[in-house]
């Protein structure tokens, strides 16, 4: 177990430039306190851009609808025009998140002049992550994600912490929580902080040639300022040098770390095995379950006593405190929404479409043209009568 840290700049006069995509979620299931701290994290990004970067703003529920065609430079009149395209937002409808990963994720397309210019493609996702497709979701993030970088900000009660880390874990970034309005500013210039201060891009690990090394990460991801890279790796001999490679915003970069070590750490083991399960969970996730998958995971989870998707503990009760002749009583509990969520007149589903209500709306308009059927009916028949 090593701690690396990148390098020591001051951006002050040498500062990259940026294209910054803003994705907010406005499905039903924002509605209330969620949807008012989502705008408030995007209003603050948007106050946050600096002469020199680009970008556009993506805002999905059942369809995507980004602000500009193409990401536009920062400036005054633009982060104007999004600022109140943003507080216009409102939260209703279903929560598609395909196409407004493809939006966010896409190629720019940009000549090989601008490519120099915005080296850093970040994308800030800003959602409660309350869908049911998370491992096609993960697919499509691995498969389009190219040099962009996804940050995830989770916001509200209960938002999807899986789908969140995970998420973010895919687009080589970071996850965020926003739990309360009070909270977003002090959250979202944390991660404006760091995004803004990228340290070490491209990094790269190096090994002794003689050793065999098994090391977590597998993809390095960037270094911002004060964030260290914490690796995790098993080898055979632990003799040599690690060296830690990257591009600085100054060149390339190199620090060299001696591996004369030669201690057995137990915890250590336990922490890179746990690591490892959850590089082969996210390899079953992405591309399905194998035996050798399954059998992997399955023998680390054993030798070092980890709970996985294959094993789990076992708790055995000593003391019934039920009797076993006892009636059993069941209750049904309504569908309660997650707190803060007070705009909304009825809970939703974890999928959070609007299906339920055009049911009942399909179900009143059937009733009533019923009813008109029925009364004619009626009314021919008294005629024919007369």
């Excluded at 399955?298 to 294959?310: F, N």
């Excluded at 999928?351 to 009916?377: D, E, K, N, Q, S």
């Amino acid at each position: 177990l090593t701690m690396m840290m990148p390098p020591d700049q001051q951006y002050t006069n040498n500062r990259l430039p940026r294209e910054v995509v803003l994705v907010i979620d406005t499905s039903g299931s924002m509605g209330g306190m969620p949807i008012r701290a989502a705008k408030a994290a995007m209003d603050l990004a948007l106050s946050r851009l600096q002469p020199g970067d680009s970008f556009n703003v993506i805002e999905f529920n059942d369809r995507a609808r980004q602000l500009f065609p193409q990401s536009r430079p920062a400036d005054p009149n633009s982060v104007a025009l999004a600022r109140r395209y943003v507080a216009r937002l409102d939260a209703g409808g279903g929560t598609e998140m395909v196409e407004a990963l493809r939006l966010a994720l896409a190629d720019p397309g940009m000549s090989e002049a601008e490519e120099r210019r915005a080296s850093l493609r970040q994308v800030v996702f800003v959602t409660d992550g309350a869908v049911g497709n998370e491992e096609a979701l993960f697919r499509l993030i691995e498969g389009t994600l190219g040099d962009s970088r996804l940050f995830t900000v989770g916001i509200g009660a209960a938002p999807n912490a899986y789908f969140m880390r995970k998420a973010a874990g895919f687009g080589r970034g970071a996850s965020y929580y926003v739990g309360d309005p009070a909270e977003v500013q002090q959250r979202m210039l944390e991660l404006f902080d760091a995004l803004e201060k990228p340290m070490l891009s491209n990094v790269r690990l190096s090994w002794p040639p003689e050793a065999t090394t098994d090391d977590l990460p597998t993809v390095a991801p960037d270094l911002y300022m004060g964030e260290p890279l914490i690796v995790l790796a098993r080898l055979d001999d632990s003799e040599g040098q690690l060296s830690l490679h990257g591009d600085a915003v100054d060149g390339p970069w190199e620090q060299r770390l001696d591996l004369k070590t030669g201690r057995n750490h137990p915890g250590v083991a336990t922490l890179w095995a746990r690591g490892r399960i959850g590089e082969l969970s996210d390899e079953i996730a992405l591309w399905g379950e194998t035996e050798s998958r399954r059998s992997n995971v399955l023998e680390l989870a054993l030798q070092h006593k980890l709970v996985s998707r294959y094993t789990s503990f076992l708790a055995v009760e000593r003391q019934p405190v039920r009797p076993a002749n006892a009636a059993h009583q069941s209750e049904q509990i309504a569908n309660l929404r997650p707190f803060g969520q007070s705009d909304q007149h009825f809970a939703y589903p974890q999928t959070a479409t609007m299906a339920p209500v055009r049911l009942a709306l399909a179900a009143v308009a059937m009733l009533l043209a019923l009813t008109v059927v029925f009364h004619g009916y009626i009314g021919r028949a008294r005629s024919c009568h007369a």
